[in-house]
């Protein structure tokens, strides 16, 4: 039983390039979460997915960043335009309840991302 | 915002000794989850607390939940070098999130 996997691990950009993260959450899991995580700090809430559907964004950045998670394949978290304050590891969680229930949440290991 | 506090920010012991981590909030929480990540990985879940004043144990660590589920501990007894890592505890409140403490960073010296 595969648990939340993410790639690429690490992924490397120059300022004003694009950084696509993609999540595969635990099977069965319909519900995802992305995270992220500054060195030495705890995770901060970014967007809230279920298959097609935004639920809840609201930790999200307004500009240059989008998540989607489509019926088929992963949920990808996207930046355009990176620049280097958006360096830090981005955490994919998924959980097969969701919001509105007591639920767990289970999380991959990260992506990387490091702007040069 | 629901913030949650962890105490102490960094701890460094000597193998063998006991230890209490601790997660504070002013806001109730329907659960609280308590992980472990080591450096370059992801958290992985240590327990799942739901009830006010419950207390679980998993071999030598002990979490319990506030009465009033407000806050939590973590005590560690004859803490071992794989102990180490960063603990973090996360707030539901059945809503669309979970609020990440700010996390412990404890250190097992041999």
């Known amino acids: 039983n595969a648990g939340v996997m993410q790639n690429p691990r690490h992924l490397v950009r120059r300022r004003g390039q694009e950084a696509r993260l993609r999540c595969s959450p635990m099977?069965?899991?319909?519900?995802v979460y992305w995270y992220r995580q500054l060195p030495e700090e705890g995770l901060k809430f970014m967007v809230y997915?279920?298959?097609?559907?935004?639920?809840?964004e609201s930790g999200m950045p307004k500009e240059r960043f989008s998540a989607e998670f489509p019926k088929e394949g992963p949920s990808i978290l996207r930046i355009q335009q990176v620049v280097r304050g958006d360096s830090a590891a981005y955490f994919c969680a998924s959980s097969p309840l969701g919001g509105g229930t007591t639920d767990t949440q289970y999380f991959g290991p990260g992506t990387r991302l490091t702007v040069l | 915002t629901q913030l949650l506090e962890q105490s102490p920010q960094f701890l460094s012991i000597q193998e063998g000794e006991n230890l209490t981590v601790y997660c504070n909030s002013s806001s109730v929480f329907s659960s609280l989850q308590w992980y472990r990540q080591e450096p370059g990985e992801g958290p992985v879940l240590l327990v799942t607390?739901?009830?006010?004043?419950e207390v679980k144990k998993l071999k030598r660590l002990t979490f319990q939940f506030g009465d009033a589920r407000k806050d939590s501990s973590l005590h560690i007894t004859a803490a071992q070098p794989g102990d180490t890592g960063l603990y973090l505890c996360a707030g539901d409140n059945t809503g669309n999130q979970f609020y990440f403490g700010t996390g412990t960073s404890l250190t097992v010296i041999p």
């Open positions: 607390v739901v009830t006010g004043g």
């Open positions: 997915l279920q298959k097609e559907n935004i639920i809840d």
């Open positions: 099977k069965g899991h319909s519900h």
